[in-house]
């Protein structure tokens, strides 16, 4: 098996043992990048000899320890310092960031490789990474499908091998359903248990950076290095952070798991809901108990999202205009002109179309009607997730309503696009931590089963997907094939 198939612990272990060398590592996966990259297109930008000159520092100073060595991705909307981070957008085409992202910084402290930038909807808003203003990523089971989004680009990078593992960002779960799609882990965890600093907003209340990897034990291992409280991020949560490996336990004999009607309803392929009820009867057979429960507030997520989460990219966009940073229309014959040209020029459709409803829902006279509303709708979807988690340990649910979906299948259709995120949104709005774990196949495309805890519980979620995949051997499941 070459190295770029393996999983971080894996590596960690052999890195250990001075099996190997990170030049090793960092070697293969340039080598699977070469061969696969042209068809997934999961980066924005390559940096091939500053990983190179990483692993070979790294081997002259010795010491391999924890993530040391092991090469990752990260999606492009984490600021990197000398790093260009476009966030797939013209308007940030050529900038260079003079900052870290807190967990970048955190990374290289670990002496993390870093392979380049990722792919994604522009300004992380899309499901399905067709929004990146340079080019669609395409998935590894299938080129001719979505990898889902907005972290499209880490997803697939994972799922092909081109990196061990990636760090996204999740604002309605952009994290989860690519790692659906691509049948790899991915965790969003409680807002405000990573840091969001160096993160170039979308939704600041709705936004989160996870982890997308191989395997349950590496989830648990990156999120050691990122999670922690931040000063620089005033939504930072200050509270102990475990070490996460200590969850991975094979055991979930007694666990109480509830699993909401409403995600099972009409909009979710019967396939979908068969694979997910197969692996709810593996937890039961596992020893847990699976019920059947009840979130009655969960129809009214989807609007409730597309109109706060608007709302706040309408703000937090408001400051490319031009002046500071990012594109400018340097034709333009006035300051008014050069604002309105400017964003005309650098920002994509949808980013526009998400602008305008967010202003709108802001404006006077609709703030009340639209914004102040969904804000209440908000708080009902955490009253029912707390009120279920007083009888239940986890919850569980498909984690997209289909498989990957073929490319350009609906990018005319804004409503069906939406309606790809209904199983992931609520989790956002109540700030809760969620993952999606591989749990089987539909003609031959992978199924995510969706585990969403209690605040901070991070931990119970781990050993739930641990156990779930040590049962059923899911996490060697990669399409080493399907691309070359």
């Not at 002259?60 to 090469?71: H, K, N, Q």
Request: with cysteine; aromatic share 8%; glycine share 8%.
């Amino acid at each position: 098996m070459r190295l770029c198939e393996l999983t971080a612990h894996e590596l960690k272990d052999m890195l250990a043992q001075r099996e190997i060398t990170a030049q090793d590592i960092v070697e293969s996966c340039l080598d699977r990048i070469g061969e696969v990259e042209e068809n997934i297109k999961a980066f924005v930008t390559l940096t091939p000899e500053a990983a190179r000159d990483s692993a070979r520092k790294l081997h002259e100073e010795g010491g391999y320890r924890g993530l040391a060595g092991i090469p990752c991705g990260l999606k492009d909307n984490l600021c990197t310092r000398g790093m260009r981070t476009t966030c797939s957008s013209r308007m940030l085409e050529n900038f260079v960031p003079p900052y870290d992202a807190t967990v970048v910084s955190k990374l290289r402290r670990e002496k993390a490789v870093f392979m380049g930038k990722l792919n994604m909807d522009e300004f992380a808003m899309g499901s399905s990474t067709e929004n990146s203003a340079f080019f669609p990523t395409r998935n590894p089971w299938d080129p001719e499908r979505v990898p889902g989004g907005s972290s499209g680009g880490s997803a697939a990078a994972v799922a092909a091998g081109e990196v061990i593992y990636a760090l996204g960002s999740d604002t309605g779960g952009s994290i989860r359903q690519p790692a659906s799609f691509c049948g790899v882990v991915g965790m969003k965890p409680t807002y405000g248990r990573v840091s969001r600093y160096g993160l170039v907003a979308f939704a600041s209340s709705l936004d989160q950076i996870g982890t997308l990897t191989k395997d349950v034990t590496d989830c648990a291992l990156v999120m050691n290095v990122i999670a922690g409280h931040d000063r620089l991020d005033s939504t930072s949560i200050d509270a102990p952070v475990p070490d996460y490996t200590k969850f991975l336990v094979p055991d979930i004999k007694g666990f109480r798991i509830g699993y909401p009607r409403e995600y099972f309803q009409e909009g979710v392929d019967d396939a979908v809901k068969e694979t997910i009820n197969r692996a709810m009867l593996k937890m039961e057979e596992m020893g847990a108990v699976v019920e059947e429960t009840s979130l009655p507030h969960t129809e009214f997520a989807l609007p409730a999202y597309y109109i706060i989460a608007p709302a706040e990219a309408s703000s937090n966009l408001a400051r490319f205009d031009g002046v500071r940073y990012g594109l400018r229309d340097v034709k333009a014959e006035s300051v008014i002109d050069m604002f309105a040209s400017s964003r005309a020029l650098g920002f994509g459709p949808e980013v526009k179309r998400r602008i305008m409803l967010g202003t709108y829902a802001l404006s006077s006279g609709y703030y009340d009607a639209y914004y102040l509303k969904a804000l209440k709708v908000r708080r009902l979807i955490k009253e029912d997730f707390d009120w279920a988690f007083d009888k239940y340990d986890v919850l569980v649910t498909p984690t997209a309503p289909t498989v990957a979906f073929k490319l350009h299948e609906k990018t005319d259709n804004v409503l069906a696009m939406y309606m790809s995120d209904i199983a992931t949104i609520p989790v956002n709005l109540a700030g809760l931590p969620a993952m999606s774990i591989p749990c089987g196949f539909v003609n031959g495309l992978p199924v995510g089963l969706q585990i969403i805890g209690r605040p901070l519980e991070e931990g119970t979620l781990l050993r739930v997907a641990y156990a779930f995949e040590q049962s059923t051997g899911m996490a060697r499941l990669r399409p080493r094939l399907g691309v070359n």
